[in-house]
């Protein structure tokens, strides 16, 4: 994902996240901050299909939704899946598992032992089923952050695979 990419990628956040909007500055942060974890996914026509959005965190402390980072946090131990947004056509296409093999890999790249991720209510069944599970260390900090976000919302996490 480069910068010229920002377009398709507020375009495909529309259609999948209507209810959770992000400014253009937020992904531009998380693309300036951390680019290895910026990916887009395109189909052999060059059109956008997707998106990966994912960044160095603190496990238990996700990002506060449309808003920056200001700057990566020191002592991560987690990668963060700040957002993978895929069009309803590439279901079935093997994109969301394209994606979460590269946070795996990019993640044990980085010394980090935790994918974390905070899930929508309509993408809840889809992580369940790929592995990952709900925070079991849950702080008051933590439930009021997810609720500041809406309803139904679970702050989960997977181990990396090595």
């Known amino acids: 994902m480069g910068?010229?990419?920002?377009?398709?990628?507020l375009a495909i956040a529309d259609v999948v996240h209507p209810d959770y909007p992000e400014e253009r500055a937020v992904f531009a942060e998380r693309l300036a901050l951390f680019p290895d974890g910026c990916r887009l996914?395109?189909?052999?026509?060059?059109?956008?299909?997707?998106?990966?959005v994912m960044h160095p965190g603190l496990l238990g402390v996700p990002p506060p939704l449309?808003?920056?980072?200001?700057?990566?946090p020191a002592g991560a131990?987690?990668?963060?899946?700040?957002?993978?947004?895929l069009l309803p056509r590439t279901r079935g296409l093997g994109l969301g598992a394209s994606v979460l093999e590269e946070a795996h890999s990019l993640a044990a790249r980085r010394g980090y032992g935790w994918l974390a991720l905070t899930s929508t209510p309509g993408a809840r069944s889809y992580w369940d089923r790929v592995g990952f599970v709900p925070y079991a260390d849950a702080s008051p900090a933590l439930a009021a952050k997810l609720a500041s976000y809406g309803e139904g919302m679970a702050y989960m996490v997977m181990a990396v695979r090595t």
């Open 3 to 9: 910068g010229t990419d920002l377009d398709a990628v």
């Open 41 to 52: 996914a395109e189909g052999s026509d060059g059109r956008a299909l997707g998106y990966g």
């Open 66 to 72: 449309d808003a920056p980072l200001g700057e990566l």
């Open 77 to 85: 131990d987690c990668l963060y899946l700040h957002d993978i947004a």
